[in-house]
């Protein structure tokens, strides 16, 4: 019994090691097949588009007064009256404060009063210079009397002139007694009341700012400028902005480019000018920008998720007519929304999307086709970014 005992466990032994080694087949064999070339690898492919592309640069932007004013008296005196409320639109014109006017009242009566006696003493004085004119003639009376005479009337003229002079400053003065508004806005906190002491440069009275139109500043990369300025060059530059997180979209042009670079971002800053006329933009608040200054002429155009970045370089996976792939160098230009423009390849050129981690130069694939910007809105970081400070799109390093 024993001996039989023994050849049953050999058996079972045997068995087992069979079992396990045919269990274990399915799955190493494709591994072998794969290193052999043997089985396709299953990937997604798009073909190389050839297209114009507007280059479509996103900034973040604050929306900014066009012009705002600290309204200030011009003289010392006390609040009579005040015209507008906290918050209230204003006209170009509009009266919003009245001053205390009774001492430049009187004293625009005084120097009206002096250039009357003015007026009544020259013409008394040219009267008396024709008479003397007559005398000399009939040599009555010497040259220097005559002399003295005119001299009176020249002194005469220049007082009143002097005169005339006072009242039109006396009236500017009362004409600051009341205070308009110089453009039309919106005000702001009013600083006074009835009866407050006012100076020249003392309290600010109110605040009036316009708010329509509106300008939106923002910064570009540098790289842009000489596209953005050939295309000012060329005619308006529109502009798109919405309000940070809103979904309504404003439309306005590039109003603005400074004069330098600033060194330390490397940006430079632009605004644009929008209507406001429904008050959908504030001064100081944030909103999203999107402009295009140029367009990519006949580019070469695959889906983002095609560009692979390697330790040295950027490149794609291109597939053959004999369904193998090859590794191709290419140069990344510009990304946006799921696309991405690049140089090196030619256009029909078909490139893998999806399942390129799978992949080694002469690997044989399987294919599925897309279209290039099939998943706009996905993430583009896998192409390795070509975002520059300032903007969340542009043209990639």
């Known amino acids: 019994m024993r001996p039989l005992v023994a050849a049953g466990f050999a058996v079972a032994i045997v068995a087992a090691s069979v079992g396990g080694w045919w269990l274990s087949r399915p799955e190493k064999a494709p591994q072998a097949a794969a290193k052999g070339g043997g089985a396709a690898v299953p990937v997604t492919a798009a ?11 996103r900034a973040n932007g604050t929306a900014v007064a066009l012009q705002s004013v600290e309204v200030r008296a011009q003289i010392t005196s006390t609040v009579r009256e005040v015209h507008i409320r906290e918050g209230q639109s204003v006209a170009r014109g509009d009266l ?11 004293n625009l009566k005084k120097a009206e009063a002096q250039v009357e006696k003015d007026r ?13 004119r007559q005398l000399f003639e009939q040599k009555f009376i010497s040259q220097s009397a ?24 006396t009236k500017v003065a009362l004409g600051n007694t009341r205070i308009h508004a110089a453009f039309a806005g919106r005000t702001g906190t009013i600083g006074v009341r ?21 300008q939106v500043g923002f910064t570009l990369p540098e790289k842009e400028f000489t596209g953005l300025q050939r295309a000012l060059a060329a005619g308006p530059v529109m502009v798109e902005v919405s309000p940070d997180g809103g979904r309504e979209v404003l439309k306005g042009r590039v109003n603005f480019l400074d004069n330098a670079v600033d ?18 933009l504030w001064p100081g608040m944030f909103v999203n920008v999107l402009v295009s200054p140029r367009t990519l002429g006949q ?40 696309i991405a423009v690049v140089t090196g390849i030619e256009p029909g050129t078909k490139v893998v999307v999806e399942g390129a981690q799978n992949l080694r130069p002469g690997t044989l694939v399987s294919l599925g086709e897309r279209a290039p910007g099939a998943d706009r809105g996905k993430a583009g970081g896998k192409a390795g970014g070509g975002n520059a400070p300032g903007a969340k799109s542009g043209a990639a390093s």
């Open 47 to 57: 073909l190389v588009e050839r297209r114009d592309v507007p280059v479509r640069l």
């Open 96 to 106: 919003m404060f009245s001053l205390d006017s009774r001492a430049e009242e009187a």
């Open 120 to 132: 009544a003493d020259l013409a008394n004085a040219q009267r008396t210079l024709e008479r003397q």
């Open 146 to 169: 005559l002399d003295a005479a005119q001299n009176q009337v020249e002194t005469l003229k220049g007082q009143l002139a002097v005169d005339l002079a006072a009242v039109e400053g």
């Open 194 to 214: 009835p009866g407050s002491l006012v100076q020249p440069n003392g309290a600010v009275l109110v605040t009036v700012t316009q708010t329509d139109p509106i």
């Open 263 to 280: 060194t330390v971002t490397g940006t430079i800053r632009v605004k644009a000018e929008l209507d406001n006329r429904a008050s959908r």
């Open 299 to 338: 580019a070469s155009v695959v889906p983002v998720q095609a560009v692979q970045t390697g330790p040295e370089f950027r490149f794609v996976f291109v597939i053959g007519e004999d369904r193998k792939v090859a590794l191709r160098k290419v140069g990344l230009e510009y990304i946006d929304e799921g």
